[in-house]
């Protein structure tokens, strides 16, 4: 995993220029914003940091690592929310039952949203130094797909010169 | 890599399913106040207003006779026999009035207009709605509704003697309209109710087909038993209503019209 030859070199904080650092934090910032405007639609602010992503992942490896890292962070939080949007309409207009297992089921979409945003922010703040910060599991996925050096000969040529 | 990824990934399910769990087990969120209010002290708030009612409301006097009460008897017995084990007492009494109705004061008791009776084609259309109301009694919806509307306070003082409010209490006990999520779950115990005392829910179902054809919809007569306007979906839920296999039908053995005109009544072609 720490090989060279498989993944980038990850770049340190003084190599970092101001304008990435920025770009970096504002994916981690941009989705707070993106998702209280997604309230009471969770799945907007999926579709913001969606685009917020694309936007941004081609300015460099660390402003890359850090949209993806976010946009993944906050994938299962918006599926959740979500979930309990659309649990919450069921009780209403369809009688479903306030069971224990929406109980639990809210409880564990508030600390869900909690940890998220206690992450985010201190991500955010790592990112505005130049630093990397590393979510359990979506730290280590975003770091495989920016950081990993990919094999990128071609197998077979499929334009060819003329007369070849 | 891929085996760190995986690993990392179980171990955040895990921690999700712990959060998940722990909210499960563990009582966070505050159960429903009426759960403060024992079954004994139900009853006694159910005494209260049952004997306030039938002292203070003129429009309320509680018709009685042989062929009706024996009627009753067989159709409520039949109910209360399969309802397995209950904390209630079930008190069932018939109110002389034309309106379709019926209506549950805490402590299981149950009050049916003669109005209904008329309308009603056969018993098992009456055993019905009395499934339903029953339904209401063991979900605690009424005690649910009073403490929602007065406090545990108000119930606990009431209780020690204070009768202030037990006239306004008991007028919002009649009038109680209750929610889509009450009135699903008192239909949903119902059907099984009927199921387990041999009747087959589709009573219900047409019982309110003909309510909804003869009296076009919803009416102000029909609060209790047609508290939401999309009553659609409850007659469509009635007749779906999945039976155990080899289930069949028992009719009650009962003379109906004779038992619809054995009080002073209205005519049922008036609706």
């Given at each position: 995993?720490?090989?060279?030859?498989?993944?980038y070199?990850?770049?340190?904080?003084?190599?970092?220029s101001?304008?990435?650092?920025?770009?970096?934090?504002?994916?981690?910032?941009?989705?707070?914003?993106?998702?209280?405007?997604?309230?009471?639609?969770?799945?907007?602010?999926?579709?913001?940091?969606?685009?917020?992503?694309?936007?941004?992942?081609?300015?460099?490896?660390?402003?890359?690592?850090?949209?993806?890292?976010?946009?993944?962070?906050?994938?299962?939080?918006?599926?959740?929310?979500?979930?309990?949007?659309?649990?919450?309409?069921r009780?209403w207009?369809?009688?479903?039952?306030?069971?224990?297992?929406?109980?639990?089921?809210?409880?564990?979409?508030?600390?869900?949203?909690?940890?998220?945003?206690?992450?985010?922010?201190v991500?955010?703040?790592?990112?505005?130094?130049?630093?990397?910060?590393?979510?359990?599991?979506?730290?280590?996925?975003?770091?495989?797909?920016?950081?990993?050096?990919?094999?990128?000969?071609?197998?077979?040529?499929?334009?060819?010169?003329?007369?070849? | 890599?891929?085996?760190?990824?995986?690993?990392?990934?179980?171990?955040?399910?895990?921690v999700?399913?712990?959060?998940?769990?722990?909210?499960?087990?563990?009582?966070?969120?505050?159960?429903?106040?009426?759960?403060?209010?024992?079954?004994?002290?139900e009853?006694?708030?159910?005494?209260?207003?049952?004997?306030?009612?039938?002292?203070?409301?003129?429009?309320?006097?509680?018709?009685?006779?042989?062929?009706?009460?024996?009627?009753?008897?067989?159709?409520?017995?039949?109910?209360?026999?399969?309802?397995?084990?209950?904390?209630?007492?079930?008190?069932?009494?018939?109110?002389?009035?034309?309106?379709?109705?019926?209506?549950?004061?805490?402590?299981?008791?149950?009050?049916?207009?003669?109005?209904?009776?008329?309308?009603?084609?056969n018993?098992?259309e009456?055993?019905?709605?009395?499934a339903?109301?029953?339904?209401h009694?063991?979900?605690?919806?009424?005690?649910?509704?009073?403490?929602?509307?007065?406090?545990?306070?108000?119930?606990?003082?009431?209780?020690?003697?204070?009768?202030?409010?037990?006239?306004e209490?008991?007028?919002?006990?009649?009038?109680?309209?209750?929610?889509?999520?009450?009135?699903?779950?008192?239909?949903?115990?119902?059907?099984?109710?009927?199921?387990?005392?041999?009747?087959?829910?589709?009573?219900?179902?047409?019982?309110?087909?003909?309510?909804?054809?003869?009296?076009?919809?919803?009416?102000?007569?029909?609060?209790?038993?047609?508290?939401?306007?999309?009553?659609?979906?409850r007659?469509?839920?009635?007749?779906?209503?999945?039976?155990?296999?080899?289930?069949?039908?028992?009719?009650?053995d009962?003379?109906?019209?004779?038992?619809?005109?054995?009080?002073?009544?209205?005519?049922s072609n008036?609706?």
């Open positions: 995993m720490s090989g060279t030859e498989e993944y070199p990850l770049p340190q904080p003084d190599e970092v101001i304008r990435e650092r920025e770009d970096a934090m504002g994916a981690y910032m941009m989705m707070f914003a993106a998702m209280a405007a997604g309230l009471p639609l969770p799945i907007i602010n999926f579709i913001a940091a969606v685009i917020y992503y694309y936007i941004n992942k081609s300015k460099s490896k660390f402003v890359h690592f850090h949209s993806l890292h976010s946009l993944m962070a906050q994938f299962p939080t918006s599926i959740l929310n979500v979930g309990l949007v659309f649990w919450t309409l009780i207009l369809s009688g479903w039952e306030f069971s224990t297992y929406c109980k639990a089921y809210i409880g564990m979409v508030i600390i869900a949203n909690l940890l998220y945003f206690i992450f985010s922010i991500a955010a703040v790592r990112a505005r130094k130049g630093r990397f910060y590393y979510f359990l599991f979506f730290g280590r996925f975003a770091y495989e797909v920016v950081y990993r050096v990919k094999d990128e000969s071609p197998t077979s040529s499929v334009n060819l010169p003329p007369g070849s | 890599m891929k085996e760190k990824l995986f690993t990392d990934l179980l171990k955040l399910a895990a999700f399913g712990a959060i998940w769990a722990f909210f499960y087990f563990v009582p966070v969120f505050p159960e429903d106040d009426v759960f403060e209010i024992s079954i004994e002290n009853d006694k708030i159910g005494d209260l207003l049952v004997n306030d009612i039938l002292l203070n409301s003129p429009d309320i006097t509680v018709v009685s006779n042989p062929i009706l009460d024996s009627a009753f008897e067989v159709i409520t017995f039949r109910l209360i026999e399969n309802i397995g084990l209950t904390e209630y007492d079930y008190t069932i009494r018939v109110v002389d009035s034309p309106d379709i109705n019926a209506f549950t004061l805490p402590g299981g008791n149950i009050f049916v207009f003669t109005g209904l009776l008329q309308f009603s084609e018993p098992a009456v055993a019905a709605v009395l339903h109301e029953i339904g009694v063991e979900r605690r919806h009424v005690m649910s509704k009073l403490v929602k509307e007065f406090g545990l306070g108000l119930l606990f003082s009431v209780l020690a003697g204070d009768v202030i409010i037990l006239g209490l008991a007028k919002t006990a009649i009038s109680t309209v209750f929610d889509r999520r009450q009135e699903t779950e008192a239909d949903t115990y119902a059907f099984e109710l009927m199921v387990k005392s041999e009747i087959n829910p589709t009573a219900m179902a047409s019982f309110f087909r003909r309510v909804k054809r003869e009296l076009g919809g919803y009416d102000e007569n029909l609060e209790i038993l047609m508290s939401h306007p999309h009553y659609n979906a007659i469509k839920a009635a007749i779906e209503h999945d039976l155990p296999e080899g289930f069949s039908h028992r009719e009650f009962l003379d109906w019209e004779r038992v619809k005109s054995s009080f002073s009544g209205y005519e008036e609706f």
